[in-house]
């Protein structure tokens, strides 16, 4: 026949490939069975922290603290390398009766923006301050995230239990204020600001609607600091406005408590001072 009508041979070779590759392709584009882990894995929440993508090396700062500390950071060690997870460590010992944070300590966090820590023991009484306050304030770590919830599989007194708690870290009782005014007294100061109330509430409702979490509850205690927490629940309410998406409620602390113990499961993001 003619030029035009003839296959090359490379040609040839491309098709059968492709035929023999489209089976293959249709097993990795087509949906995966469902998992066992999959409602674990949907309940993974979005971070703050930009992720590499690369697959990179990543340096994080290991301080392994105090107590148990060293166990709990060694543990997560261990499943970093079972992982082959892209992570490095730099350890610093770090410990809850040194004067301060070492200035090299901070200028690695500052620096690899990571940073698993043990728990850093706190002196009872004395005057001496917190290294953890210390952390806190130095990187202005506004906002603690704890989540508590339910793991398929492992049977509990209380089901359907997912709670993310977000406390504001630097402010209230964490100002640290205290002197004593005269011989037997003492005072201590609780610090309350609008810009920090404000930036908390913020925290909280983004992250609920980053996660889709559909609840929003501020706990308080403004029935007795009715200036503090009354500045505190003024900002959460401004906020609220400009999520019309999720739900907002308010709970005094000791109320909370009774409820977290009884009915925990009618709690989503719990933001507090």
């Known amino acids: 026949g003619h030029g035009a009508d003839r296959i090359h041979p490379e040609t040839l070779a491309g098709l059968t490939m492709a035929r023999r590759s489209a089976p293959l392709l249709r097993r990795v584009l087509s ?52 992982m082959h997870a892209p992570v490095c460590f730099e350890t610093y010992e770090v410990h809850g009766d040194m004067p301060s944070v070492p200035p090299e300590v901070i200028e ?4 690899n923006k990571v940073c698993l820590k043990g728990g850093l023991a706190t002196p009872v009484g004395g005057g001496v301050s917190s290294l953890n306050l210390q952390l806190r304030k130095e990187l202005d770590l506004y906002a603690s995230l704890v989540n508590c919830f339910n793991l398929p599989g492992l049977p509990t007194r ?32 609780k610090v309350m600001t609008k810009f920090c109330s404000e930036r908390i509430a913020k925290y909280a409702f983004e992250y609920a609607y980053l996660n889709n979490r559909k609840k929003v509850t501020a706990v308080h205690k403004a029935n007795i600091m009715k200036l503090a927490d009354g ?13 019309p998406g999720i739900q907002y409620s308010e709970i005094i602390v000791d109320n909370c408590c009774m ?15």
């Open 31 to 82: 949906p995966a069975p469902p998992s066992p882990l999959a409602g674990a894995v949907s309940r993974r929440t979005v971070t703050y922290m930009p992720r590499p993508g690369d697959g990179a090396p990543r340096t994080v700062t290991l301080i392994p603290g105090d107590g148990i500390g060293p166990l709990v950071t060694g543990a997560v060690r261990q499943v970093m390398e079972a």
């Open 108 to 111: 690695s966090i500052r620096r």
């Open 231 to 243: 500045l505190f629940l003024e900002s959460c309410r401004e906020v609220a406005t400009k999520y």
């Open 259 to 273: 409820q977290l113990v009884a009915k925990p499961e009618q709690f989503d993001v719990m933001v507090c001072i």
């Open 158 to 189: 209380h089901d359907n239990v997912d709670i993310a708690v977000i406390r504001e870290n630097t402010e209230g009782e964490y100002s640290g204020l205290e002197h004593e005014v005269v011989p037997g007294v003492v005072e201590s100061l």
